[in-house]
């Protein structure tokens, strides 16, 4: 990863971790040619340099599912709310101009198509089969079953899916990311490859 990109992926906002992060950018490279790399939440651009970045290399597409309304943690009073992408005129969060800022910085501008929908609405319009699909939306367990519903089935054969914040102990944190997770495998659709701290990686069989 070239290091400029990485030092705007080490400063932007998000919940990365840099080992994941160099991860995603790994198999985004090497799994671009079998369709477009998509994420389902981008919040501010974070995860997207790293498969951007990746995506790049290949000669590939990311495509960036999100919203841009925010996460139940991501709400005023929250634990992860930030004032400063709190839009007072609509009176709700908003990280699509924070995208934008990083995916220029990265210069990945012709590379990132930035669709700006929830992530049940993009699934139900989506027919490409895609290389990789990386999910970290909203985590509840009612958006985490629809993430997996919509995007999972998508994913072409030996094409990567992969989950953010995976937590075995539920002590540790939610447990519908770590729920899904497991639903691909009861599938026999996925095969599971290693895991990068919380970061859960399946092959399409």
């Not at 960036?64 to 709190?86: A, I, K, M, N």
Request: contains cysteine; negative net charge; hydrophobic residues 40%.
């Amino acid at each position: 990863m070239l290091a400029a990109a990485h030092k705007i992926a080490l400063e932007c906002k998000g919940f990365l971790d840099d080992a994941e992060g160099l991860r995603l950018y790994e198999l985004a490279k090497t799994h671009a040619h079998l369709g477009p790399v998509l994420e389902v939440g981008s919040y501010c651009g974070k995860s997207a340099v790293y498969l951007g970045s990746g995506v790049k290399e290949a000669g590939g597409s990311l495509v960036c599912v999100d919203h841009h309304r925010g996460s139940e943690e991501h709400q005023p009073g929250e634990e992860y709310h930030d004032p400063q992408l709190f839009d007072r005129e609509a009176q709700r969060m908003e990280s699509l101009h924070e995208l934008r800022r990083t995916i220029r910085r990265a210069g990945l501008e012709d590379t990132a198509l930035l669709l700006v929908a929830s992530s049940q609405a993009a699934a139900r319009v989506w027919t490409t089969p895609l290389g990789m699909v990386f999910i970290d939306g909203g985590h509840s367990q009612a958006q985490a079953d629809a993430d997996y519903d919509g995007w999972a089935h998508r994913v072409a054969p030996s094409g990567i899916l992969a989950i953010h914040d995976l937590f075995p102990d539920p002590g540790a944190g939610g447990q519908a990311p770590i729920s899904i997770y497991r639903r691909a495998l009861a599938s026999g659709r996925f095969d599971a490859l290693e895991t990068t701290k919380t970061l859960g990686v399946l092959r399409r069989v």
